[in-house]
């Protein structure tokens, strides 16, 4: 079955630096891989997805991710952190099947 | 999303109760999904159907929990009885029509607390 992991709790930066977030992943098939973001009592909110294609995604609010097959990761990355970024992230993975499965989530706090 | 409306936003109930969850996804979706997130557990799937037919449950924690969907545009997730151990956020979501590697679309949720 396919699993994510996103190996950190709690990600700190300064606002105007740039931030990752990690995310490994596993799967038996191709992988479909997806971040998420939610904000306080809200619902999650899809940023971006990788399907095929080029292995640097870009996607909402100034996000992109990189695809890396031979390390079987998938971070997250903003060049240019904001006070507003800050929320819980989630990666999530398919293979092509119907569920969607997540990772445990990762705190990003962006201090002014 | 506004393409995915939970009620109720907010349960407060009492253990042994019955519990009904409700989601009602806008046209154009083909699945639905039922998840529960905790501290401690963070985001699990409990069930989801395609074309309102229940496909994998095996994330159902026990007898207690029964999920519905008697058509396209609703669904419910119903607990009975209830324990103090299903406190949680529920969250349902939606996948467009005819995309397995799309997506999902989710509602702003439910929050139960069982006392």
């Known amino acids: 079955a396919q699993s994510v992991a996103q190996p950190e709790d709690q990600v700190n930066v300064a606002e105007g630096n740039p931030l990752t977030v990690k995310c490994t992943y596993s799967v038996s098939g191709n992988p479909y891989l997806f971040w998420y973001v939610q904000y306080p009592n809200r619902g999650l909110q899809f940023l971006l997805k990788?399907?095929?294609?080029?292995?640097l995604v870009k996607g909402s609010y100034g996000f992109e991710a990189e695809f890396n097959k031979s390390q079987t990761s998938f971070h997250l990355k903003k060049p240019s952190a904001l006070v507003s970024d800050s929320a819980l992230y989630f990666c999530?993975?398919?293979?092509?099947?119907?569920?969607?499965?997540f990772g445990a989530g990762t705190r990003l706090t962006v201090k002014p | 999303d506004a393409g995915v409306i939970q009620s109720p936003r907010h349960e407060v109930t009492e253990m042994g109760q019955e519990v009904t969850l409700r989601c009602k996804p806008i046209s154009g979706h083909n699945s639905l999904f039922w998840y529960r997130q905790t501290m401690m557990r963070g985001l699990e799937l409990l069930i989801y159907f395609n074309n309102n037919v229940p496909i994998d449950d095996s994330g159902m924690p026990e007898d207690r929990f029964s999920a519905k969907m008697p058509n396209a545009s609703f669904s419910t997730l119903k607990i009975q009885p209830s324990e103090p151990r299903d406190s949680a956020v529920y969250f349902c979501?939606?996948?467009?029509?005819?995309?397995?590697?799309?997506?999902?679309?989710f509602g702003e949720g439910s929050r139960l607390t069982v006392l």
């Open positions: 990788y399907i095929t294609g080029d292995n």
């Open positions: 979501a939606v996948q467009r029509t005819g995309s397995n590697t799309g997506e999902l679309f």
């Open positions: 999530a993975v398919r293979d092509g099947g119907n569920d969607m499965r």
